[in-house]
């Protein structure tokens, strides 16, 4: 088991403390004083990187503020005069315009979805091609290697037939060709072992991808068919994305995180 498990497996098994909120509430207030302690503290290139991180976070914060009440706000539109007299019980109706606050709304919503299919894992180690493929030594002379076998795990589609062994360029051995993953719901806090679909993107090659190599990062497609998610138009979802988080060779299983 991670050892960052045991806290939640605690917490499931004997519960949390009566005043777990209260000091959570009272770490939370006390954190803004805790930074600025430290940005008095630190001096030189670390000083620079935190104020800057800081000052972005500042920034950020202000405009969230900010936009969430021009929503409620409503500006006079001092161009639309009518000319002429005006009834005194139409006096109080202005015109007003909402154009801008509808634009910082759809500009907060663009940036909600944007943020909402961020992988979890963005960056992820270069994995070379020395490390993937092993070279194979093939022919009478063993002069000829221009076969290469797969060392990482790899996915195959069910109707997949491997090409003669004299055609064969990339061997990719039956040991190491994996049908299902351990998928964990971000928002349900469960884990399903789900059939796999196909390799969508390995982010170190195109060529990984074309294989069906699964490495840390890989993004692959799996059947959800099983937990019941439905569309908004009442359809059953059958297939979505998850990006790996482990490293299967290592482990002998896939654990991935699902894309909601």
């Known amino acids: 088991m991670p050892q960052n498990e045991h806290i939640e497996l605690s917490q499931k ?6 005043d777990h909120d209260e000091k959570l509430r009272k770490k939370n ?7 600025s302690m430290k940005a008095k503290k630190l001096h030189g290139l670390k000083a620079k990187l935190y104020n800057k991180k800081r000052h972005a976070e500042k920034i950020q914060m202000k405009k969230a503020i900010k936009m969430h ?16 007299a005006v009834p005194a019980y139409l006096l109080d109706r202005e015109t007003q315009t909402r154009a801008k606050v509808l634009s910082n709304m759809v500009k907060q919503k663009r940036k909600e979805k944007a943020g909402k299919w961020t992988v979890p894992i963005p960056k992820v180690k270069a994995v070379g091609e020395d490390e993937v493929f092993k070279v194979l ?9 221009w076969k290469r076998m797969v060392t990482k795990v790899t996915f195959v589609g069910e109707e997949f037939t491997r090409k003669p062994p004299k055609y064969e360029r990339f061997i990719r051995p039956m040991g190491l060709r994996f049908k299902k993953a351990h998928v964990t719901h971000p928002e349900l806090k469960a884990t399903f072992c789900l059939p796999m679909i196909g390799v969508k993107k390995n982010p170190n090659s195109p060529m990984y991808t074309q294989l069906g190599v699964i ?13 019941g998610l439905v569309t908004t138009g009442g359809k059953v979802v059958w297939g979505k994305y998850a990006q790996v988080t482990n490293h299967p060779e290592n482990d002998g299983c896939i654990n991935a995180v699902l894309l909601v």
């Open 69 to 84: 009440e021009e929503k409620q706000t409503k500006a006079k539109d001092a161009d639309n005069v009518q000319e002429g």
């Open 29 to 35: 207030a006390r954190s803004s004083h805790k930074a």
């Open 215 to 227: 490495t840390k990062g890989t993004v692959i497609e799996v059947n959800v068919s099983e937990l």
């Open 137 to 145: 030594a093939t022919g009478k002379r063993r002069k000829k290697t």
């Open 13 to 18: 098994r004997h519960g949390k403390r009566f």
